[in-house]
């Protein structure tokens, strides 16, 4: 959404756009409608990109009307760049001043993405804008049986699915892949090539609700890995050396 001048914004005639509005929408040049009494500011959520191709976000405003926002996500289909830590799906909730409550719904149902990040556009300068304090998030219950394996996919049956890796650009040369018998005896195993600084690795996504819900628990993870020269050969790691 971009801010007019006046008390009023100016947005894409999209329905989660302006059924919120303080005002009257009205047509204002193509696709493009003109909200009276509206100060809308914009919050981005990022999500998880593992299992959450069908997610769609319900708002819902405490006098009970509500949206639904479909989510952005340019990597369902490529299996290099879906796999960056850092490609989340998006979902963005153009708000005016009021309360919300956030729910994300698969075929109606009501589903957790692991995490939510919240990204918040700088305060506008038209005044009541919303804060982060006006929204919620409804979190479906857990079963406490949902966090004896915090790690899903953790014995790489599924090959790379729920992996990502961290990498300091889109352009990196780095990937993961599948290796399977390569695991400790003939297990599968998970390898990530052409790493080239020291903090790039491999990782995954954890239900923050096993925290927030499960107070005073305690979790451990293990896992087995070695590190390889580009031709195989195992590398002999010095502990006094800083330079990997």
């Known amino acids: 959404a971009r801010q007019a001048s006046g008390a009023g914004t100016i947005v894409s005639n999209k329905l989660y756009l302006t059924e919120f509005a303080g005002g009257d929408c009205r047509p204002y040049h193509d696709g493009i409608k003109y909200c009276e009494n509206t100060c809308y500011r914009t919050v981005q959520l990022r999500v998880s990109q593992t299992g959450t191709i069908q997610y769609d976000l319900k708002v819902t405003r405490d006098d009970g009307a509500e949206i639904y926002i479909p989510g952005i996500y340019q990597y369902d289909g490529d299996l290099h760049l879906s796999a960056y830590e850092s490609a989340y799906r998006k979902y963005s909730a153009s708000l005016p001043f009021g309360n919300y409550q956030f729910d994300f719904l698969e075929n109606g149902r009501s589903v957790w993405p692991q995490y939510v990040y919240e990204v918040w556009e700088e305060t506008p300068e038209c005044s009541n804008h919303v804060l982060s304090a006006h929204v919620s998030f409804f979190e479906p219950t857990l079963n406490s049986r949902e966090c004896n394996e915090l790690v899903s996919n953790s ?67 293990k896992a087995w890995f070695r590190l390889e020269e580009l031709d195989g050969v195992p590398f002999k790691c010095d502990k006094f050396s800083n330079s990997y």
Request: glycine share 14%; with cysteine.
């Open 155 to 221: 014995n790489m049956e599924q090959g790379v699915n729920g992996w990502k890796h961290y990498s300091t650009s889109r352009d990196s040369r780095g990937y993961l892949q599948a290796l399977p018998g390569a695991g400790i005896g003939g297990s599968m195993a998970i390898g990530y090539f052409n790493r080239y600084r020291n903090e790039h690795g491999i990782g995954f996504d954890i239900d923050t609700r096993c925290f927030t819900h499960l107070p005073n628990t305690l979790y451990e993870i």
